[in-house]
């Protein structure tokens, strides 16, 4: 970094004083979507894992993330588990959002996400009552990459075809290539 200031820091400043700062000006809506497929590509997909409880499928989720050494992947789950307790992670539609309270800064470079995609669905306190197929735990270096692939997978989830396709359990390959076709179509 270097040089003093971090863009959420400056970004934080300017919205205190009332400034409207898009966080990515550059950024075009596809080119955001993107960012949740390419954070599910640096991550892992792990389909039809077996766990019987919300705390299991975080475990399953987290030891996926093998590129992560194992120190981080200790801190991340205690983080989530931590988080959970305060209250539910579920989005609705089957698909829960399990991610730590801070961002874990430096420790990661990008956002990742580490999708398990479940044979039995799992009672995750869900809102609306819905069993959860899908988990989507979420680790990311800042608040402001965190909130957007966040808002993202709200997004995506309003989408029946997106629906569709976690409950077809499909491998990683197939699963990015659906989402990234879907986003596409969605964007033109």
């Given at each position: 970094?270097?040089?003093?200031?971090?863009?959420?820091?400056?970004?934080?400043?300017?919205?205190?004083?009332?400034?409207?700062?898009?966080?990515?000006?550059?950024?075009?809506?596809?080119?955001?979507?993107?960012?949740?497929?390419?954070?599910?590509?640096?991550?892992?997909?792990?389909?039809?894992?077996?766990?019987?409880?919300?705390?299991?499928?975080?475990?399953?989720?987290?030891?996926?993330?093998?590129?992560?050494?194992?120190?981080?992947?200790?801190?991340?789950?205690?983080?989530?588990?931590?988080?959970?307790?305060?209250?539910?992670?579920?989005?609705?539609?089957?698909?829960?959002?399990?991610?730590?309270?801070?961002?874990?800064?430096?420790?990661?470079?990008?956002?990742?996400?580490?999708?398990?995609?479940?044979?039995?669905?799992?009672?995750?306190?869900?809102?609306?009552?819905?069993?959860?197929?899908?988990?989507a735990l979420l680790a990311s270096?800042?608040?402001?990459?965190?909130?957007?692939?966040?808002?993202?997978?709200?997004?995506?989830?309003?989408?029946?075809?997106?629906?569709?396709?976690?409950?077809?359990?499909?491998?990683?390959?197939?699963?990015?290539?659906?989402?990234?076709?879907?986003?596409?179509?969605?964007?033109?």
């Open positions: 970094h270097g040089h003093g200031f971090d863009r959420d820091e400056l970004v934080r400043w300017a919205r205190d004083r009332g400034m409207q700062i898009d966080p990515h000006p550059a950024l075009q809506p596809a080119k955001r979507e993107a960012a949740l497929v390419a954070a599910i590509e640096r991550g892992a997909v792990a389909v039809g894992a077996e766990a019987s409880s919300a705390v299991e499928a975080i475990k399953v989720a987290i030891e996926s993330l093998s590129q992560l050494a194992p120190r981080l992947r200790a801190q991340l789950l205690e983080q989530v588990l931590e988080r959970e307790r305060m209250a539910s992670t579920a989005l609705g539609e089957g698909i829960a959002v399990p991610h730590p309270r801070e961002p874990l800064g430096a420790a990661l470079e990008q956002p990742l996400i580490s999708l398990v995609l479940h044979d039995s669905p799992l009672d995750w306190a869900a809102i609306d009552g819905e069993l959860v197929h899908t988990v270096p800042t608040a402001s990459a965190h909130l957007e692939i966040l808002s993202q997978i709200g997004r995506a989830v309003r989408f029946a075809e997106v629906g569709r396709l976690l409950r077809s359990r499909p491998a990683k390959s197939a699963l990015i290539d659906g989402l990234r076709a879907f986003i596409e179509e969605k964007d033109a």
